[in-house]
């Protein structure tokens, strides 16, 4: 199953994008009388993507691209005249594989959950689906920043539709405030990245200008004003598509009007988008800004935190609580994120993994749920777990996974991030003091919910539960082979958390982390010349400068690594290089 | 001399304008498009026989030519447009055609 | 190895698979449920299961001992980590790297007696020098005395519990309740949780065991979920002690942000050796914060004041569990982890005050509310919240090694009485208030004379198990301070009187039945009696463990004098007793503290030996009574203090989302929606006005551009 050779690696990950694509054509395109393929076609193809990428997760190591595939997309001008050039770069590394693994997770069973909810527009359903798949495996495989651009926007359009079309009562509303609220947030990280290659261009003294992400983040030069700058025109779009304290109100409306599927994909995987292209853009290619911004991020992480779990608490909609949960969680992320130490950006990818999963799982059974009851008001729903055993033990598993308890996946990421904010010396003791207040407050809102829905007398809407569409009062078995694979995921990364930490640690200590700590170490200089290392070869321990940076200075120097230690801790070491190579 | 055909040019034209902006009739305005169309067409004229570098062609008086029979083809689209307009709203007056504006 | 086999009876790894059995059991419980097994045989796994750890248990106990008594001298390496549990193909391809060969290294500094098992690397801390080996967060199991008394009892009294559960949920006609099988699930994760927190070895999987017995006790609580007040008390069982937890995470926090600049590369800053050993280089500043957010945890899992409001509550859970989990063995958690932390906690003496002020008001409060109610399981809960009380001012006072033994003589004496009122209950219906019944004794005598034991020992009468450990509390905390031993003293007084308060209404006077009993109420069937006699004999005996007979002149009664085996087993663990604390008291003491107990149960018979109808005692102290019985207002109190002004927040928070930060979007979009309403009257439709615009239009680019061309040449 693990690919062998680096060319079947990279004909894995071009299926991961063409496949849906293709697929989605296919599906679109069937005649009315062979409607009833959808739904098949496209779980066929999920499953395909799974069984792809799963082994693709598994191959990538700590060193390196899997699946490297480069050619030239769109390329104005030449050398002479100067010009510009995207390329279309894709391939795997040990920080992206486990977010495609996770996409290739929730695929097949967000289209699984759907054969009984959506019954009109089939066809064009799945192609929708199919459509977002494809983005989705596309922003985490590009290597070219305008690549991922692409992609990140290209998100957009299927599951405006997804909402617009198939989503609940107030659904043109909210597609309309989710589309144009994250638009509007991108348009300024294009703004910031178009900035970023023409200045990169300037420094490297090439005339070509171009967006190749391993170039980018080993570029020094850039003033720490600009970087400041620049952190803060990512931020514009990726902060939105967090969604990040305060700009996450697109959020809630969003989840409660999506069909069920749209949410688990929304939560599962395009928040992570925003989490993402923090942790792949924001912090190595302006790690001064991020520097500079850190506390800033601090502050709102820990403010959605509280926030986002006081909101949830006065909820009515279960569905809306879960989305309101999602604020709460992904301040966690962010917080590990920025408390810039090792461990705390570990924590984080953890959390993205962990965070895809359990609320993913939340939304499938939610949605469950409302399939029978037709309603998801709290007031009017109770004592389920009588009639819906099964349904009980997946919910309570998930919400407990939600809340962090030992054992289950959540504790893992939430406590390293917790720990990290704690242990950082960029946040410090009481931003990991307000965050752990989030451990108390998810425990409130998600028992109180808990409570409501599944514990005391019971209580439904009159004429439910609907079982006329193949369902039964307890789950069928298609439901509970859905959240099967995530409940055993739920177990297994809370147990064995180390079959992602093994080779993301070294990924993000090289990528990330060096460039985090060389520009805390040292402020950049604004007359810096221009240093693009080469390929620096992996960590190693003999501490000097590997030949790749002979062209350009060093601008570290042992006497500026006070900062670094602090970071670090005091058995890190004194790093070799301002630009911590790939 | 030039000055004084231009002068004369820019005067029809300015009154074909106020004419095409004011008036209450479809007719009335489309002859005060017509009126414009002839105050360019003068211009264009003296341009051709007065130009700037002190060469006199005919390119003018083509231009003229062409413009006044491309005028002539447009007069009669046009009044057969307005025709057509008058059987549907029984009037001529401009302002019951608001299709441009969205609701 | 071989050197391993000659100190142990059984190897390490044995006995590190002893928490795995339960959770075997409750996986084939689930297996069972999920292929919809017949409920009636549910119980088989887990009582296979729990007696195979608790046989185990037994043979760890001996060699516990042994361990400590041989590695106390010498150094100590985990040996059995190296082939333990664990190895990926990924982690070897890592090792090459560093240093790490495939096991831990953990230092064991020679104070910290005890050996560390690793069975697996669990979460990673992402540094750089993790990679190499270092910085991990392993499941380690830390093993020394402390954790042979521990986990001795917790699966002896487990047992027991588990047998009398077979009997316990099934109706009168001995068909199985609703959820049986569900509920031995329960019970073999919760056994499986508790043997983790004991076994731990590191603080972070102390917290995995803490956290998992919360979850078993969250979800045997709210076992009858049907009933609102049992979902609601579940929920504010696991809330409360979330409230705890939060304070005992960021102890673990700040352990790591305070112990870690001091180790060298390869020692684990959580784990138990390490901290203890590098405890006492700390500022006492940062002792005392350790210690104080490790309280918090404590307090919160063991019920103790101002924590303590979920426990009475906790008794929503069928009585099993009230007997196993809210008296015997979970709630002793917070004693067993200061106990377990000493060297942290024996290293800051203003935290030690802390807990001994807690204590006693504790102690004290729990003691008055008990008199004052009529459910038997309650005034049981709060009795245990006193006795847990009581073991708190032990470990403030410098004697944990007393605070354990109470703890251990305690689970024996507890379980016995839920598991007796528990009878009580099945056999009347499930009542359990006091006024609805009376004159038991005749029938049901095995569970009358089996909890006439256990009050006894409750109530600290002399040559039982609880008298010989709660006189040496007694004893301590005199020495603490007077005022702190008077009210020790009062508190055992007022134990004795409110046990027997509660025995007397139960068993004696005139047979009054519920309608609920049905028409022939008999005594329970012998699984749940035998186990009954089992614990009624620990109950007895099981305080000469820590007692020596020897005789002379400070001999008790001539001749048995405190401190015994169990002591001199503990102290091979990493237990620092105040030698100070167990200097002080004198004979005198202990006869006065068995003269109180005596008068405790005299004056309770004489009030309430007919089982009069209306109680004395709320005629007597009337208003005092009254707020006794209304618990002092506090569940009101936290109600309205915290509760409401939380959900106001929430509240306030939603509010600000649609109205502030939604109104401020709202705000933004405006510009552009106001623009292009104003730019739309422009386009009114009417084409003379096009027409005007575009000849203003033209007008004005042509006037720029003359200007520009003006200003440029």
């Known amino acids: 199953m693990i690919p062998r050779s680096d060319a079947m690696a990279a004909l894995g990950v071009n299926l991961l994008i063409f496949l849906p694509l293709l697929a989605a054509i296919v599906v679109w395109t069937l005649p009315e009388r062979r409607e009833g393929l959808a739904p098949r076609i496209a779980l066929a193809v999920g499953v395909v993507v799974f069984l792809v990428a799963l082994p693709l997760w598994l191959a990538t190591s700590a060193e390196g691209l899997l699946g490297q595939t480069s050619a030239s997309w769109i390329v104005v001008g030449n050398e002479d005249v100067g010009g510009l050039r995207i390329a279309y770069h894709v391939a795997l590394d040990a920080i992206s594989a486990p977010l495609v693994a996770l996409t290739g997770l929730l695929v097949p069973l967000a289209v699984w959950c759907s054969f009984t909810a959506i019954k009109h527009r089939v066809r064009e359903y799945y192609a929708w689906i199919l459509a977002l798949t494809a983005g989705m495996f596309g922003v985490f495989v590009a290597r070219d920043v305008l690549l991922f651009y ?292 998810g425990a409130i809102y998600m028992l109180y919910m808990a409570g409501r829905v599944l514990f005391g007398p019971l209580k439904e809407p009159a004429g439910t539960p609907d079982t006329s569409a193949g369902l039964t009062t307890d789950l069928t078995r298609r439901e509970i082979a859905i959240l099967v694979p995530l409940a055993i995921a739920v177990v297994a990364l809370g147990v064995f958390p180390r079959v992602i930490t093994d080779s993301l640690d070294p990924a993000l200590d090289h990528q990330v982390m060096q460039r985090v700590t060389a520009a805390a170490a040292a402020p950049v200089a604004p007359f810096a010349s221009a240093t693009v290392s080469g390929e620096t070869p992996k960590h190693s321990s003999d501490r000097r400068t590997t030949p790749g940076d002979t062209r350009g200075d060093t601008i570290f120097t042992r006497e500026d690594s006070r900062g670094l230690e602090r970071l670090r801790g005091p058995d890190a070491g004194v790093p070799e290089l301002a630009a911590g190579g790939f | 001399m030039l000055a004084a055909y231009l002068l004369i040019g820019a005067g029809l034209f300015v009154l074909g304008l106020i004419g095409f902006v004011t008036r209450r009739n479809l007719i009335i305005m489309f002859l005060c498009t017509e009126l414009m169309f002839q105050g360019i067409v003068l211009n264009l004229v003296a341009f051709g026989r007065y130009p700037l570098d002190g060469h006199p062609t005919l390119d003018g008086q083509a231009f003229g030519l062409f413009l006044l029979a491309v005028a002539a083809a447009e007069a009669a689209l046009a009044l057969a447009l307005i025709v057509l307009l008058y059987r549907y709203r029984d009037t001529l007056d401009p302002n019951v055609w608001k299709l441009l504006k969205d609701e | 190895m071989l050197a391993q086999a000659s100190t142990t009876l059984l190897p390490l790894k044995l006995y590190a698979t002893l928490p795995f059995w339960p959770l075997l059991g409750a996986i084939v419980v689930g297996l069972m449920i999920a292929l919809r097994a017949r409920a009636e045989r549910a119980w088989w796994p887990i009582v296979a299961t729990v007696a195979v750890s608790a046989l185990l248990a037994m043979v760890f106990v001996f060699d516990a001992g042994r361990i400590t008594a041989h590695e106390s001298g010498g150094e100590a390496h985990a040996t059995a980590a190296q082939h333990a549990v664990g190895e990926t193909s990924r982690e070897v391809a890592h090792a090459g790297e560093g240093s790490a060969t495939g096991g831990e290294w953990t230092p064991e500094p020679a104070r910290v007696p005890g050996k560390t098992i690793t069975l697996f690397r669990w979460i990673s801390l992402g540094e750089r020098t993790s990679l190499q080996g270092g910085q991990w967060i392993a499941a380690t199991f830390y093993f020394d005395s402390l954790t042979g008394v521990m986990i001795g009892f917790v699966t002896f009294v487990s047992l027991m519990v588990v047998i009398y559960s077979i009997g316990y949920m099934r109706d009168h006609h001995g068909h199985p309740e609703r959820g049986y099988e569900r509920f031995f699930a329960f019970l073999g994760l919760f056994v499986f949780s508790m043997a983790t927190l004991v076994f731990a070895g590191n603080f972070v999987l102390l917290y995995l065991g803490w956290e998992l017995v919360g979850l078993c006790s969250y979800l045997l609580i709210g076992f009858y979920y049907p009933k609102p007040s049992a979902a609601a008390a579940a929920k504010k069982a696991f809330i409360v002690n979330r409230i705890g937890d939060f304070g005992f995470a960021l102890g673990i926090f700040s352990i790591y942000l305070f112990v870690k600049p001091l180790t060298h590369a390869g020692e684990n800053p959580l784990d138990y050796a390490v901290v203890f050993h590098y405890i006492h280089q700390l500022a006492p500043g940062q002792i005392t914060t350790i210690g104080l957010l490790l309280l918090c945890g404590a307090l919160g899992k063991s019920a103790q004041f101002p924590l303590y409001v979920w426990l009475p509550d906790a008794m929503e859970g069928p009585s099993p569990v009230s007997a196993l989990i809210h008296a015997a063995t979970m709630v002793t958690a917070g004693v067993y982890m200061i106990a377990r932390c000493s060297p942290i906690f024996a290293a800051s003496q203003a935290v030690l005050n802390v807990i001994v002020v807690l204590g006693v008001i504790g102690a004290v409060m729990a003691a008055t509310m008990a008199m004052a109610q009529f459910d038997m399981k309650r005034i049981l809960a709060y009795s ?267 509240r306030l928070c939603f509010a600000i989302d649609r109205n502030g930060i939604d109104g401020l979007i709202w705000v933004v979009t405006a510009v552009p929606r106001g623009l292009g309403a104003g730019l739309r009257l422009i386009q009114n439709g009417a084409m003379q006005t096009y027409a005007l615009g575009m000849a203003i239009g033209v007008t004005a680019l042509v006037l720029i551009w003359r200007w520009m061309e003006a200003a440029g040449g």
């Open chain 1, 150 to 441: 692409v992609f990140f926007e290209f998100t957009l359009v299927p599951l405006y539709f997804l909402i617009g079309i198939w989503g609940g009562a107030d659904r043109r509303y909210a597609a309309n405030k989710f589309f144009i609220y994250t638009f509007v947030g991108s348009v300024i990280t294009f703004a910031g990245i178009l900035y970023l290659a023409i200045r990169a261009a300037d420094l490297t003294g090439t005339s070509v200008i171009h967006f190749d992400l391993r170039m980018l983040s080993t570029l020094t030069g850039l003033s720490a004003a600009e970087q400041s700058l620049l952190f803060v025109a990512f931020f514009c779009g990726f902060a939105i598509k967090v969604p990040f304290f305060p700009l996450h109100t697109w959020l809630p409306l969003a989840h409660t009007e999506a069909p069920t599927a749209g949410s688990v994909l929304l939560a599962g995987v395009l928040l992570k988008l925003g989490t993402y292209g923090f942790l792949r853009f924001s912090l190595p290619l302006v790690p001064a800004g991020a520097v500079h911004w850190a506390t800033v991020m601090g502050w709102l992480a820990i403010a959605g935190i509280v926030y986002g779990a006081l909101c949830c608490w006065v909820q009515t909609d279960v569905k809306k609580l879960v989305a309101y949960s999602s604020v709460s969680h992904l301040g966690f992320c962010m917080l590990g994120m920025f408390s810039l130490v090792p461990f705390g950006l570990s924590g984080s990818v953890l959390y993205m993994i962990n965070h895809g999963i359990s609320t993913g799982a939340l939304f499938l059974v939610v949605g469950m749920i409302y399939e029978r009851y037709h309603t998801r008001d709290m007031n009017q729903l109770g004592g389920l777990a009588r009639k819906m055993p099964v349904m009980t033990f997946f919910l309570v598993l998930f919400v407990l996974s939600s809340i962090g308890l030992p054992g289950l996946n959540g504790f893992v990421s939430e406590f390293t991030v917790l720990f990290a904010a704690y242990n950082s010396t960029t946040l410090g003791p009481a931003y990991g003091v307000v965050g752990a207040s989030g451990i108390l407050l």
């Open chain 3, 384 to 650: 245990t919240i006193s006795q847990l009380a009581y073991m708190f001012v032990a470990l403030g006072c410098g004697a944990p090694d007393s605070g354990i033994f109470h703890v251990y003589t305690h689970a024996f004496f507890k379980a016995l009485l839920f598991l007796g009122a528990g009878s009580v209950m099945h056999q009347m219906g499930h009542v359990i208030d006091l006024r609805k019944f009376s004159g038991l004794g005749r029938i049901l005598p095995h569970t009358r004379n089996t909890m006439l034991v256990g009050c006894l020992a409750l109530a600290g009468f002399p040559l039982l198990a609880g008298f010989w450990s709660k006189d040496e509390i007694v004893h301590a905390s005199f020495q603490y301070h007077p005022a702190v031993g008077v009210l020790m003293l009062a508190t055992a007084a007022m134990t004795a009187y409110y046990t027997f308060r509660m025995y007397f209404l139960c068993f004696h006077g005139p047979t009054r039945l519920p309608d609920e009993a049905g028409e022939h109420p008999h005594e329970s069937p012998r699984v749940m009696t035998i186990p009954l006699y089992v614990l009624a004999v620990g109950a007895a005996l099981a305080g000469y463990l820590g007692v020596t007979v020897a005789g002379g002149a400070h001999s008790f009664l001539g001749f048995l004098r405190p401190h015994g085996l169990l002591h001199h087993y503990l102290h091979g663990s990493t237990i620092i007793v105040d030698e100070n604390a167990h200097a002080g008291g004198g004979l005198w003491l202990m006869y006065l503290s068995a003269l109180l107990a005596i008068g405790g149960i005299a004056a309770a018979w004489l009030r309430y030996g007919t089982a009069p109808r209306v109680d004395p005692d709320s005629i007597t102290l009337g208003r005092l009574w009254s707020i006794w019985n209304a618990k002092y207002y506090v569940d009101e109190f936290y109600d309205r203090a915290f509760v409401r002004p939380l959900r106001g927040l929430g």
